[in-house]
């Protein structure tokens, strides 16, 4: 046995040496780059809280003994008048005079933003102009040639390629995680405006608006979401691809908004059948459901039914790759729609809208019937299928999404089912619509669910 094991040992040496040797090495990459990644925090200027909301927030009251909340790990209230609520991020430097690129989320609502350089200096960060559809912030600091990242092209990113995140997971500064490009194009509930870049480095909360590099050392992406049942990290990340990212930035550097192309169709997925039906070779595209009135598409000449197959010389495959491209088109271009109508190939002209910030507008939207997508509360919602609805025994809508917003902040997760808000029933989607639409603003609405077989009430905060 002896003899076998000093045998193989040189072979097993070899095998580690190879494998090792195959891996990418990313310490110059980390030297460079992490000089112009920077850490960012936030100070939001807020009223304490009243007892009711919260005994809402702990299920506590507020003149219980302290013995009993350090037991229960509940802090103190704070005395009435101002608090300071604090949050932190990332970012990276895009120009020797001062640009910060980061998420929107980042710094939504702050009053003072801080940015900490590498070498350790803290400046006071300006808002120049933040875009809430794409998650993106630009912000200014006064200082003279600071490091710059250099920025890589996100459509040439191959799906297995490696890929690096600096960053600030839970405050740690200018952590480094890697892994490899997962998928692209991936279209999220309520995110129309991004085609993320799917990766399995590991991003946790502090990792918001910082870079992701490719092995040259070029950002990529910047590191916006991920996927999670638990609250951290799960294998799933997603990041905002550095050229959609850009093009944002120039737009906010230049008038501090975001103008983004409108076309004004509903559309939905070709399955297999509805290819079959429409006489199509395979199932691609984005089917028309829906053209809306005085709109762009409708003054085109698009019609229900129409499949379109390439938008402005790109190839639509999927139904969500449809948003992604109307979005980036800068309103008032026209450009070039292929498409089958009747089984039949044809090309139209389009001059592209503006996209309006009524949230009723259709970008391009893709939708599956039996969903509604409500911005008013931030979550996307279905009716119950026959058999969901037979299993549970009662009638309601399925949470299918969350995004920032009411919603999340009130803890509505996934998987729920929602069978009352404000006190009036919701057995469909049309009860749900009408009920949301109705609501009082500005105030805490009960809602009540089901999770998990159990029925539970959780506040609903409506925004104004």
Do not use: C
Not at 55 to 74: C, S, T
């Amino acid at each position: 046995m002896t003899r076998i094991f000093k045998l193989l040992f040189p072979v097993v040496l070899l095998l580690a040496s190879a494998v090792h040797a195959s891996l990418p090495d990313f310490r110059d990459l980390v030297k460079e780059a992490s000089p112009a990644v920077v850490n960012i925090s936030t100070i939001q200027h807020v009223s304490s809280g009243s007892s009711s909301s919260y005994q809402q927030r702990y299920g506590l009251p507020e003149d219980v003994p302290e013995i009993f909340r350090h037991f229960f790990g509940v802090p103190s209230p704070s005395p009435r008048g101002e608090q300071e609520k604090t949050s932190l991020g990332s970012g990276f430097i895009v120009s020797h005079d001062g640009y910060i690129l980061t998420n929107n989320h980042v710094i939504q609502d702050a009053d003072e933003i801080i940015v900490r350089l590498n070498d350790r200096r803290e400046l006071e960060a300006k808002l120049i102009g933040a875009d809430k559809s794409s998650d993106l912030a630009l912000l200014k600091v006064e200082a003279d040639d600071l490091p710059i990242v250099r920025m890589g092209d996100s459509d040439a990113l191959d799906v297995g390629e490696w890929v690096v995140a600096i960053g600030s997971p839970f405050g740690f500064d200018y952590s480094v995680t890697a892994g490899i490009v997962s998928a692209k194009g991936r279209s999220l509930p309520n995110e129309n405006y991004v085609p993320f870049i799917q990766t399995d480095v590991a991003i946790n909360p502090g990792n918001s608006g910082g870079p992701l590099f490719n092995l040259d050392g070029k950002v990529v992406g910047i590191n916006s979401q991920i996927y999670t049942r638990s609250g951290g990290f799960m294998g799933v990340s997603f990041a905002i691809p550095i050229n959609v990212a850009m093009d944002v930035a120039d737009q906010l550097k230049e008038s501090g908004a975001v103008s983004r192309g409108w076309l004004g169709v509903v559309i939905q997925e070709v399955s297999k059948d509805l290819a079959e039906s429409f006489g199509l070779e395979k199932a691609a595209g984005a089917l028309v459901a829906q053209v809306v009135p005085d709109s762009p598409a409708e003054q085109a000449g698009l019609k229900n039914g129409d499949i379109i197959t390439r938008f402005n010389g790109e190839t639509i495959y999927l139904s969500s790759d449809l948003p992604h491209q109307v979005g980036r088109v800068r309103p008032g271009t026209e450009v070039r729609i292929d498409l089958v109508r009747n089984g039949k190939r044809k090309r139209l002209n389009v001059e592209v809208g503006t996209l309006s910030n009524d949230k009723t507008q259709t970008l391009a939207s893709n939708t599956t019937p039996g969903e509604f997508s409500s911005d008013a509360i931030g979550a996307l919602v279905a009716d119950l299928n026959d058999s969901q609805r037979q299993k549970l025994g009662f009638d309601g809508v399925l949470v299918k999404a969350i995004k920032d917003g009411p919603a999340a902040v009130s803890g509505l997760m996934p998987g729920d089912v929602i069978t009352m808000i404000y006190g009036e029933s919701i057995n469909n989607l049309d009860d749900f619509k009408r009920v949301v639409s109705e609501l009082p603003g500005d105030r805490s609405v009960p809602m009540r669910i089901v999770r998990r077989g159990s029925a539970l009430f959780i506040p609903l905060r409506v925004p104004k």
